[in-house]
């Protein structure tokens, strides 16, 4: 059973940093692309991010673009994502998800499964 | 970037009563070297992470019951549920993969009248 574990969320000040990680678990991770999305509370679906297997491919979304960093650890199956400076807006459930493809050919599929999310609380 | 709007915003249906999500996408998903459209839908129930419904604009996944289908192409796409049940109460989004950024629409809340 595939499982993805979120954490390394919490409170932040505005302009602070946060680290999120995400362990995976009951597939081969190295194989696939893996994608971060984040939801603000009673809001829709909004991704941010999102790696190749070999990370070859980075992707950013505007709003995170030059503040947040994707990376992963295939030897420790995981994947991170850290975050810079920090603003009100960022406040969301980041949820780690597992796209259905690998990412050699340059695009992204569906998400096929979904952690339950950490939460991200930026404020003073 | 594809724009994703869904209609209704929510909508109440009666159990055993269909719904139908409409999902419309700012520009085609459908990449005609394989005639696939680049189209998913989930169901994200309370308190839960989103769950894959639908792939390829009609492909159920697996285990997911055969009263949920979908279908469309290119712009317009719809999630029906045929005959509604109590858990069937959710949000349910559709997401466009065609191209980057991958994209969602806001979402429709189903409820049981």
């Known amino acids: 059973e595939v499982q993805l574990v979120e954490s390394g969320g919490g409170l932040v000040q505005p302009g602070g940093s946060l680290r999120l990680s995400c362990a995976a678990s009951g597939f081969n991770s190295n194989n696939y692309a893996m994608h971060w999305v984040r939801q603000a509370p009673g809001k829709g679906l909004e991704w941010i991010s999102g790696i190749s297997w070999n990370s070859g491919r980075l992707n950013y979304a505007e709003s995170v673009r030059g503040r947040f960093t994707i990376s992963r650890d295939d030897a420790k199956h995981s994947l991170y994502l850290q975050m810079n400076s920090l603003r009100a807006e960022d406040s969301a459930l980041y949820y780690c998800t597992k796209d259905a493809g690998s990412g050699s050919d340059q695009r992204e599929y569906f998400f096929d499964s979904w952690g339950q999310g950490t939460l991200v609380a930026v404020s003073s | ?113």
């Open chain 2, 1 to 113: 970037d594809i724009v994703m709007t869904q209609s209704p915003d929510s909508l109440a249906v009666s159990l055993g009563e269909r719904a139908t999500i409409n999902c419309k996408s700012s520009q085609s998903v459908l990449y005609t070297p394989n005639h696939k459209n680049y189209l998913a839908w989930y169901q994200q129930k309370p308190g839960q992470p989103p769950k894959l419904l639908i792939s390829w604009a009609s492909s159920r996944e697996s285990g997911v019951p055969d009263r949920f289908s979908a279908s469309g192409s290119g712009t317009d796409f719809i999630l029906t549920i045929s005959s509604l049940q109590a858990e069937d109460v959710a949000v349910y989004f559709c997401h466009q993969y065609y191209s980057s950024p991958p994209t969602f629409g806001g979402g429709t809340k189903v409820e049981i009248k």
